[in-house]
């Protein structure tokens, strides 16, 4: 059953610690994205990954950090200067090249008090 | 990526057809426009996208305009499982980013 897997779905963090979610897919996608949503908004995106070992940054990188060390896995990790980290999380991955879409995970809900 | 304007939110009676209605004033020869809809709480879920010519698949049918500034997904049966945000993106198609606005919140009504 292919797809992309998030985890786990809801996330709990106190103030100051590092947290990392998790996003795998066997969809054998070239290309990985991390978007953030919140409440009655659209997405932003995080960091995106065209490629193992390689990634760039998108419109909110600041706090984030990521790698892209296999085809199918794409950690985020929210670190401790992420000022506002409480938000839900959603991973994406597609194939590379012209009219090609995004699929996307079930995402993860982090709050952070 | 151009901006995209749509309305905040619509009703349509079960059974009835949708239709969503995105403007793209600004697009430019090459952007693809994509329709994504996100049920409360899940990811986006991808629909349709079109360049220039009108599309149709199994979920809805995409019209496009011939000076491309405004486009209109049409879900031709709603049904309450199509109560979402409908999200339409105009989108350069080479691997990027997708800017995703406010949406339309569609309510579909028995």
């Known amino acids: 059953d292919g797809g992309i897997t998030q985890s786990p779905k809801y996330l709990f963090r106190k103030e100051g610690q590092n947290v990392t979610l998790s996003c795998e897919q066997n969809?054998?996608?070239?290309?990985m994205y991390w978007y953030r949503q919140d409440p009655g908004q659209g997405l932003r995106l995080i960091y995106y990954?065209?490629?193992?070992?390689?990634?760039q940054k998108g419109d909110i990188a600041e706090g984030y950090s990521v790698s892209r060390e296999k085809k199918e896995s794409f950690p985020l990790t929210v670190t401790s200067a992420q000022k506002n980290p409480t938000a839900f999380y959603l991973c994406?991955?597609?194939?590379?090249?012209?009219?090609?879409?995004?699929?996307f995970g079930p995402g993860t809900r982090l709050t952070v008090t | 990526d151009a901006k995209t304007t749509q309305p905040p939110s619509m009703d349509c009676a079960e059974g009835r057809a949708a239709n969503l209605p995105c403007n793209h004033s600004?697009?430019?020869?090459?952007?693809?426009v994509y329709w994504y809809r996100q049920i409360h709480s899940q990811g986006p879920q991808y629909i349709i996208h079109?360049?220039?010519n009108n599309e149709t698949n199994e979920m809805a049918s995409l019209i496009i305009t011939e000076d491309r500034k405004s486009s209109t997904l049409i879900l031709p049966h709603a049904t309450l499982r199509d109560t979402a945000v409908y999200y339409c993106?105009?989108?350069?198609?080479?691997?990027?980013?997708?800017?995703f606005g406010q949406g339309t919140e569609l309510s579909v009504k028995p």
């Open positions: 994406a991955s597609s194939l590379t090249g012209d009219s090609y879409e995004q699929y």
């Open positions: 969809l054998n996608h070239d290309a």
């Open positions: 990954s065209q490629i193992v070992n390689d990634f």
């Open positions: 600004t697009i430019s020869g090459n952007e693809y």
């Open positions: 079109g360049l220039k």
């Open positions: 993106i105009a989108r350069y198609n080479q691997g990027g980013k997708l800017i």
